[in-house]
């Protein structure tokens, strides 16, 4: 468990994760921009928070009982805040309103199905490279997370909008709201599908690495 002091540093970090994560994506819209921007904060952050930055890797980790209820709901807090802060740093310097939604050109089914599978493969990445001894301790986590993450993006992008993270979608959902946006009707698929995938990795996980997990 943590001590109050670390906790607080562990939800500052995952906001200006989070944060730096939304604003990139909403900014250029680029995968590889994207993935390697997680990269530098997987190095920034790993030592701090894990450097989740995304409720799906976090409720892996809580499933894992590597997060407590407590750590889970200030996790969850502070990527959603952070989330909600990229979208309104993105109004002021741009004037457009970030959000997100799903492609025309795919169904719900094919749009909640890529969603999960490509969050899966991602969070099992990160709880492999995080937890796994014979991975915890390499120089090269963060490259491979990241490289991962924006891989996920591209393939799952034509398909679903290639969102992956139910910050990104919460948090920028809620500023244009206030906007007047109706963009948070595809909340529930970016949120459920992804928490969906990172469910059933911290399960394979578990069930792949045994004694590790």
């Known amino acids: 468990m943590k001590t109050n002091n670390q906790g607080m540093h562990s939800y500052v970090m995952e906001a200006v994760g989070a944060f730096f994560l939304v604003l990139v994506f909403g900014f250029t819209g680029n995968a590889l921009a994207i993935g390697l921007t ?4 997987v190095y920034i952050g790993s030592r701090v928070s894990g450097a989740h930055f995304n409720p799906a890797v976090s409720l892996a980790f809580f499933l894992k009982r590597r997060l407590s209820a407590t750590e889970f709901a200030g996790y969850l807090i502070a990527q959603l805040f952070g989330a909600f802060v990229a979208a309104s740093a993105i109004f002021f310097l741009s004037t ?11 169904n719900l089914y094919q749009q909640a ?6 969050t899966f493969i991602f969070v099992l990445v990160m709880l492999t490279l995080t937890i ?11 490259l491979a997370i990241g490289l991962t993450f924006g891989g996920m993006l591209m393939v799952a992008t034509p398909v ?17 709201l206030i906007q007047g946006g109706n963009s948070i009707i595809h909340s529930l698929l970016y949120t459920l599908a992804p928490l969906t995938g990172g469910a ?3 399960f394979s996980f578990s069930y792949f690495h045994g004694v590790e997990a």
Request: net charge neutral; glycine share 10%; charged share 10%.
């Open 113 to 118: 199905f890529a969603e999960v599978l490509f």
């Open 200 to 202: 059933l990795a911290a």
């Open 96 to 106: 457009s309103v970030f959000y997100v939604e799903p492609p025309a050109t795919t």
């Open 132 to 142: 796994t001894k014979s991975f915890r301790k390499t120089n090269l986590s963060g």
């Open 38 to 41: 997680l990269m530098a904060l």
């Open 160 to 176: 679903s909008g290639g969102i992956l993270n139910p910050a990104t979608s919460i948090g920028t959902a809620g500023f244009d």
